[in-house]
């Protein structure tokens, strides 16, 4: 007998793929719209990150930040389940924080308790306990409060994740 999936998985699939289909023409037209002002080579931004377990994978996404066009070009990696709609934010495989036990307990995410929380007077290494808080007491209504609070969020504010706002080489384990 097959077991059945985790209710994350189910959440992620059925809402990302949803989410995907309702934004599917913002995406292409914001798509077309990187294509005519970037010189030929693709419309989309790659990076290697750390996923689940430490396995580096490649992220693809569109490199426009307005409205969150970035993050919702980020949904073929939820439904294909190499991200999750919520959990930790994705981390290059050389950063010492993507190394932590915990954070490879975990898929990475589109959003989460450190993206939710910025725009406060966070310290620079809080992020990085905000998501270990997270995995620690991740469950199912947590991911529903985030993913609400989330979309409370004004939409044209240009929003950092909790790694984009650091200078190149920072570490929170220094």
């Given at each position: 007998m097959r077991p059945s999936p985790h209710p994350k998985r189910v959440l992620?699939?059925?809402?990302g793929s949803a989410l995907l289909a309702l934004t599917?023409?913002?995406l292409l037209a914001a798509a077309v719209a990187t294509a005519a002002r970037r010189p030929p080579g693709g419309v989309f931004a790659t990076e290697?990150?750390?996923g689940l377990g430490g396995r580096p994978f490649?992220?693809?996404h569109l490199p426009v930040r307005r409205f969150r066009i970035d993050v919702l070009s980020r949904l073929p990696h939820v439904v294909r389940g190499e991200m999750s709609l919520v959990g930790p934010a994705p981390l290059p495989p050389g950063d010492p924080a993507a190394a932590a036990a915990w954070r490879?307990?975990?898929k990475p995410g589109l959003t989460g308790l450190a993206q939710v929380r910025r725009g406060s007077a966070?310290?620079?290494d809080e992020p990085l306990l905000l998501?270990?808080?997270y995995v620690e007491h991740e469950w199912i209504g947590l991911d529903l409060a985030l993913l609400l609070r989330t979309l409370r969020t004004v939409p044209g504010q240009a929003h950092l994740s909790d790694a984009d706002h650091r200078l190149r080489g920072y570490s929170a384990a220094e």
């Open positions: 992620d699939l059925a809402l599917a023409p913002l290697t990150v750390t490649t992220l693809r490879r307990s975990v966070l310290p620079w998501d270990q808080h």
